[in-house]
């Protein structure tokens, strides 16, 4: 099971790797929304914000936030690894229920694009 430190860790190298992707995928992330990433295992969910291309003022709150973000995932710690580790696919997580969406049509699209 991963570990909120790798899940963190995780979360970092997603914004590193949209920094530097190419054009397209840069274009997706030209938007800004909140953003939360609620980790079912550990009980935590990580807040931030999708702005200039890279997730920016993440932090860690206990359980559900206070607040609904634009855009909200869900899934496991070990399934968030994977996803920015390459080794999970998004559309196939997201379709088999592993990993769950709650964001506008348009917002779900760019997100195929950055995961």
């Known amino acids: 099971?991963?570990?909120?430190?790798?899940?963190?860790?995780?979360?970092?190298?997603?914004?590193?790797?949209?920094?530097?992707?190419e054009r397209g995928v840069r274009d997706a992330?030209?938007?800004?929304r909140s953003l939360s990433c609620r980790i079912k295992d550990l009980g935590v969910t990580f807040t931030g914000r999708l702005a200039d291309g890279r997730i920016q003022d993440v932090t860690t709150v206990g359980g559900a936030p206070v607040g609904k973000a634009q855009i909200r995932l869900t899934m496991t710690g070990d399934d968030l690894?994977?996803?920015v580790g390459g080794a999970l696919n998004f559309a196939r997580a997201?379709?088999?229920?592993?990993?769950?969406v709650q964001a506008s049509v348009r917002d779900v699209l760019r997100l195929r694009a950055l995961l």
């Open 1 to 21: 099971m991963a570990t909120i430190e790798e899940c963190r860790s995780a979360l970092d190298q997603l914004s590193a790797n949209l920094a530097k992707a």
């Open 29 to 32: 992330t030209a938007f800004e």
């Open 81 to 83: 690894v994977a996803l």
């Open 94 to 100: 997201w379709g088999s229920g592993r990993v769950r």
